[in-house]
């Protein structure tokens, strides 16, 4: 008996000292959203049980491997136990409570954290490799910035041009894939004026790491100021609007501008240049091949480049785009 009462007392001083210790090393970034905080409620009851189980697992095992340790001399076999019914059904009976309460707090969490709000702020989300774009409908407006009025539910309208991709903000908890051909909703409650980013959380290809976007949590009334200030910016010249589109759309991932070689062909000295093709012929860099190639990069494959790489941008990029960006190719002399 005095040997349990030890054992007790040591895994609750151990799962303090573990639990405090997990609480200690910065596991959790600055709650930013309404939904974090229930999703923290969580967390915390896990950690307790992580330092418990831990705990009683270790103390028991090192207990025991320095009490009962095999005495000098001794060469008698061990105690013949043959099955323990009690200690059987006290080992599941436990477990299973542990996890049908588990089971109704995360059904109970995934509810709260799905409420939808009428109202709420719609936001178009277009992930692809490797970049994010972000859209307003209400207000005609789209960013490469994700902006966000603090405390108004935003409607994430999600979808992806290739792979999956997934939209995680660490610091609102919430995470959601995004798949191709269909639009997924993420509903997140900003609460916390602050600078923070998007990742992509699912491994997408060469560049997913480096898959991110800025998002700003503001105030309404800066919100409201941004907004107005993206509708009355003028529209800018064709060239530049298409050195912005293959920033934001990733294009110069793969596309050199200076000459060098990436995955794809670079586009210095592309313009009127002759292309030798995979097939043999041999074309002429002019409007049409590049408005071709762009939006259908796998009909006419560059001599030394392999096919089916190029996203399809062909429900992507609109025509004036595509314009664009071969404005901007021709200014690559
Ligand atoms: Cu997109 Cu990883």
Not at 164 to 178: A, N
Not at 232 to 242: D, I, N, Y
Not at 254 to 266: A, L, N, Q, R, Y
Request: aromatic share 10%; glycine share 6%.
């Amino acid at each position: 008996m005095r040997r349990y009462v030890i054992i007790l007392v040591l895994v609750i001083v151990s799962t303090f000292l573990i639990h405090t210790w997990l609480m200690s090393i910065g596991l959790f970034p600055v709650e930013a959203s309404a939904q974090s905080v229930a999703v923290d409620q969580l967390f915390h009851v896990h950690l307790w049980m992580i330092s418990f189980l831990f705990s009683l697992i270790m103390v028991t095992l090192l207990y025991s491997l320095l009490v009962f340790r095999r005495k000098k001399e001794d060469i008698s076999d061990g105690a013949y136990l043959t099955g323990n019914s009690a200690l059987e059904i006290t080992w599941t009976a436990i477990p299973l409570m542990a996890v049908l309460v588990l089971a109704y707090a995360g059904a109970k969490t995934l509810g709260a954290i799905q409420i939808i709000d009428p109202s709420a702020l719609q936001v178009k989300v277009t992930a692809g490799q490797w970049y994010w774009q972000f859209a307003y409908p209400e207000y005609g407006v789209s960013s490469t910035d994700l902006y966000l009025p603090v405390n108004i539910q935003v409607d994430l309208q999600m979808t992806s041009v290739d792979v999956i991709h997934s939209f995680w903000v660490p610091e609102f908890r919430v995470k959601q894939d995004i798949l191709p051909g269909r639009t997924v909703d993420l509903r997140v409650t900003p609460s916390l004026i602050g600078n923070y980013k998007v990742r992509c959380s699912e491994l997408c290809g060469l560049r997913h790491a480096y898959m991110e976007g800025p998002v700003t949590v503001v105030s309404q009334a800066d919100f409201a100021k941004w907004i107005s200030q993206q509708q009355s910016a003028a529209p800018p010249s064709p060239e530049l609007r298409g050195q912005q589109l293959s920033t934001s759309y990733g294009c110069v991932n793969c596309h050199s501008i200076d000459g060098s070689k990436k995955t794809g062909p670079t586009w210095l000295h592309l313009y009127g240049s002759n292309v030798k093709l995979s097939n043999g012929t041999t074309l002429v860099a002019d409007d049409d091949y590049l408005k071709t190639a762009i939006i259908s990069a796998n009909s006419q494959i560059v001599a030394g480049f392999p096919a089916n790489v190029m996203p399809d941008f062909s429900t992507v990029l609109d025509q004036t785009m595509v314009e664009s960006l071969v404005a901007y190719i021709k200014t690559l002399k």
